[in-house]
């Protein structure tokens, strides 16, 4: 096979040319012919060189499978495909970008795959060779779908050898299925085509004396220029971050689910002492018997406390006190440490109300409760007034034993409240408004909130102004 190429030193370009006539000189002979002419007028220095490479392995073939097996390799990599996709570049040489979409006319040419914001671009880009486009080089790339990247469907990533990594996406997966397809097989056909002894042309620099390796060839002599270590560490290591990022997120799930499944349930813990149950957002039952009481202690000492000294209050319970030192007590009763409310740091009534409120509000079942919230509605909705006295009075006698001593000491308490409603400005209406979403709600918030809201306030009103007919008289 004869190859000839013309070497420019100024622009050295390897030029494939069809001698005119084929010259077959003996195995193992190379035939070198060099001309070079200096002008006085400025001509440039011209080499031609003409070599001969002889087959080991088969007899001599003619010229024109040289050509053959080029033109096909163009046919192969070199045919365009363009289309409006969607891109976004989540990775430049391995440091993490922020993900922005944008669509833009995409074109599949030779070993690049170039970015145009609108196809008149790409025209641009013809009639300017020298223009620069944005191209990814899809040598040694990987190209794989992906649905952790994106929350888009359709979706497949390309990353490079530099370690930047792009995302194309199309609503219609015919579509990117035929892209994915099309530069995966063009960056395969690379790797076949870069790789020697695999039975085609090998593409190597455009010097004017080196060959293109054949089969048989010992390709080994040749010495490419490889890049520095440090380079070629700070590429693998960029690679390998970016293509292994998926199967490390995959890892870390893996082993957290392990770690779920494993960890033992909050009642074993607490069967074996590890975890007590804090007397904020302990069920009633539990934190009674776990106290040996029907009311709980820190309800008493809050009530308590209020009647000693916060009774003439201006807006007692209606007030909201400072949040932090709510808190802090907060806190303190968890710990079950001994606490005086008489302290000066609780010198402000309205934090002791103020966390009360709190404790009746983060009960996992409230003081009335789930199965008896549409039953206490249904009372209520009674327009005798004796009859709705007896409704409501049989249902609170039905009522567990924490809940029905806590409900009476409460109500009892806010009827005394009431009685200094000239120096506190409280009035039933106002009360009722505080303790009503505090006191009930209902399991599910089928119903309307607003109507669900009226019936609570109406309840807690009307079981206040009839306290000692509903509970009896209060116990010494």
């Not at 289309?83 to 570049?89: D, G, I, P, V």
């Not at 549409?374 to 039905?398: G, M, N």
Request: contains cysteine; aromatic residues 8%; glycine residues 6%.
């Amino acid at each position: 096979i004869l190859l000839t190429g013309t070497v420019n030193k100024q622009n050295p370009i390897l030029t494939m040319q069809k001698p005119p006539a084929l010259v077959l000189p003996p195995p193992g002979s190379v035939s070198m012919r060099i001309k070079s002419a200096n002008a006085n007028t400025g001509e440039r220095l011209s080499q031609t060189k003409s070599m001969v490479i002889p087959d080991l392995d088969t007899p001599s073939k003619p010229v024109s499978s040289l050509y053959f097996n080029l033109n096909k390799f163009s046919k192969e990599l070199l045919l365009p495909a363009w289309e409006y996709l969607n891109k976004a570049k989540i990775s430049d040489g391995g440091k993490k970008l922020r993900k922005n979409w944008t669509t833009c006319w995409v074109v599949l040419c030779s070993n690049e795959l170039h970015f145009y914001k609108e196809q008149k671009q790409e025209e641009l880009a013809k009639l300017k060779p020298g223009g620069k486009t944005d191209g990814v080089d899809l040598c040694d790339a990987v190209i794989e779908w992906t649905t952790e990247k994106s929350s888009r469907k359709n979706v497949f990533q390309i990353t490079t050898r530099s370690g930047d990594e792009f995302l194309l996406q199309s609503d219609d997966y015919a579509t990117i299925s035929k892209w994915h397809d099309a530069i995966k097989r063009a960056v395969g056909r690379l790797v076949s085509y870069a790789r020697p002894g695999a039975g085609k042309a090998t593409l190597v620099r455009s010097n004017s004396t080196e060959c293109l390796p054949r089969r048989g060839y010992d390709s080994t002599k040749i010495k490419a220029k490889e890049p520095k270590p440090e380079h070629r560490r700070s590429i693998m290591f960029k690679l390998n971050y970016s293509a292994s990022d998926s199967a490390d997120k995959n890892g870390v799930k893996n082993r957290l689910k392990k770690f779920i499944s494993r960890r033992p349930s909050m009642k074993t813990l607490q069967e074996k002492g590890l975890i007590k149950d804090c007397v904020f957002g302990c069920h009633m039952l539990t934190l009674c018997q776990r106290e040996g009481t029907t009311v709980p202690r820190f309800v008493q000492m809050c009530v308590t406390e209020v009647e000693k000294r916060g009774l003439e209050a201006d807006g007692i319970y209606r007030v909201s006190g400072n949040l932090s030192t709510i808190q802090k007590l907060r806190f303190l009763v968890d710990q079950e440490e001994t606490l005086n409310l008489g302290d000066s740091q609780w010198e402000d009534i309205h934090v002791i109300t103020g966390a009360l409120k709190m404790f009746f509000r983060e009960l996992p079942e409230p003081l009335f409760p789930f199965r008896f919230f549409d039953l206490f509605v249904e009372a209520i909705k009674t327009k005798e007034q004796k009859q709705k006295i007896q409704s409501l009075k049989k249902l609170v006698h039905q009522l567990p034993k924490p809940n029905h001593n806590t409900m009476k000491l409460l109500f009892h308490h806010l009827q005394r409240v009431l009685t200094k409603s000239r120096q506190n400005l409280m009035s039933s209406q106002g009360v009722s408004i505080v303790f009503g979403p505090t006191l009930m709600w209902p399991e599910l918030d089928a119903g309307n909130m607003a109507v669900n809201m009226v019936y609570q306030n109406q309840i807690v009103e009307f079981l206040l102004l009839e306290c000692v007919e509903i509970f009896g008289p209060e116990d010494k």
